[in-house]
Nanobody, 121 residues
């Protein structure tokens, strides 16, 4: 069974940084994405990366602050989050799929358990 194991969430003050990690048990997916969700809202794609070519996607609200990257040897995807804002507070989910840099939840087949990121003002 394919699994995605997330880590790196926590509590940070506004302006601070966190790095999220997503370790995949197998390397069978062509794209990975980080989504986030707050209570009462739909899950939002924050960033995505193509495993082979390294193409990336960022939602406008995080451009210039967040960076998605991958480590082929470790089957791990990272989300470096800098200059964090209170509005970045959410549960962040890692997702893996085979349908390119999709931004909708239906483009991803496997999901992590989620990690809480809380940014205090």
């Amino acid at each position: 069974q394919v699994q995605l194991l997330e880590s790196g969430g926590g509590l940070v003050q506004a302006g601070g940084s966190l790095r999220l990690s997503c370790a995949a048990s197998v390397r069978t997916f062509s794209s990975y994405s980080w989504f986030r969700q707050t209570p009462g809202k739909e899950r939002e794609s924050v960033a995505a990366i193509s495993w082979s070519g390294g193409g990336t996607y960022y939602v406008d609200s995080v451009k210039g602050r967040f960076t998605i990257s991958r480590d082929n040897a470790k089957n791990t995807v990272y989300l470096q989050m800098n200059s964090l804002k209170p509005e970045d507070t959410a549960v962040y989910y890692c997702a893996a799929g085979r349908y390119g840099l999709r931004t909708d939840v239906y483009g991803y087949e496997v999901w992590g358990q989620g990690t809480q990121v809380t940014v205090s003002s």
